[in-house]
């Protein structure tokens, strides 16, 4: 996998995807940028997010399940020094739908352990959270 990313002036970046896709970037105007589009390590939510939502949908999808909504919220502890590294994500995962919660609970668990790529980057703890059809769920032991 290539990627090119060009300085775009200030603190600005603009990324080309393998797949042809341009990615603006910016630091946040604390770091002197304008803030004017999403930061590389908000991008590293966003792809965490995005990576364990396709997974989640096709591995319930393939389980027959029947999926009205999916979405995924991460909320993130970085570190105080730099890197200013995650540290911790907890991530939040809602799904509307007819889905029994171990089925919903085993695609979660199967995107976070095996399937998603992005999450096996981050040397982040991520914990899971399940909402299924309004109602949080817990774990099963």
Known sequence: ???????????????????????????????GGDGAAPT???????????????????????????VDAVALEADARR???????ITHVQLTVSIDGDVPPHHAWRAVNLSL???????????????PKLVLNGTEVPEKE
Do not use: N
């Open 79 to 85: 570190q105080e020094e730099p890197p200013k590294a």
């Open 113 to 127: 352990s095996k399937y998603c790529s992005v999450a096996h980057s981050l040397h982040a703890t991520i914990r």
């Open 1 to 31: 996998m290539h990627v090119r990313t060009e300085w775009r002036g200030k603190r600005q970046f603009e990324a080309l995807t393998p797949s042809g896709h341009r990615v603006p970037m910016d630091a946040s105007p604390s770091a």
């Open 40 to 66: 590389p390590l908000e991008l590293v939510l966003v792809g965490l997010t995005g990576c364990m939502g396709i997974d989640v949908v096709m591995i319930l999808e393939k389980m027959r399940h029947q």
